[in-house]
């Protein structure tokens, strides 16, 4: 009778214990994932820049705009990059553009950029990319903008937009090509 009523007082402690927990780290909780998200993305994408900026360096030649979907594979084929770089969370791919977020061929490649996606948790990692490099209003990036080179050009750091160019709305990692 004993064993059993150690064991009733056992498992109220453990729930306790586990309420307490959560109620202490509550948001910890809660944005642990799409922090490690916005973390894995940041890093790629600062992978990339380092690579294109070597490629740049070692090969004498800016990369083009117009290399858009190939910029990736030309810094692969470099040996710029060991393996071709996707965005971690989703998988897509990561596209080289200019200022204006523009592909024409005589203009230089001023930022890589990736699709997040158009759900909760792609706007999670999109305010957290926000936050982490210093936003000083993260919730600016959530306002939907259509002249993505106006956003980019007053914002030469790496962040996150939510693109009204696509329907339905789509949040996008950047990063400046030094």
Known sequence: MSNVLIGIIGVILFIGLALAGALILGDDFRTA???SKAAAV????QQVVAAANMFQLKKGRQLMASEHSTAIDTLVAAK??????????????IALVNQGGGIDATSPGRFFYTNLGTDTVARDVCRQIEETMGS????AAMVPVSDWGA???SNRRMGCLLYSYYQPAMYQAYIPLN
């Open 42 to 45: 940041t890093q790629t994408m």
């Open 136 to 139: 000083a209003d993260a919730d």
């Open 33 to 35: 994932t799409s922090s």
């Open 80 to 93: 710029s990059l060991k393996v071709a770089a996707v965005n971690p969370m989703n998988g897509a791919a």
């Open 151 to 153: 956003r980019t050009a």
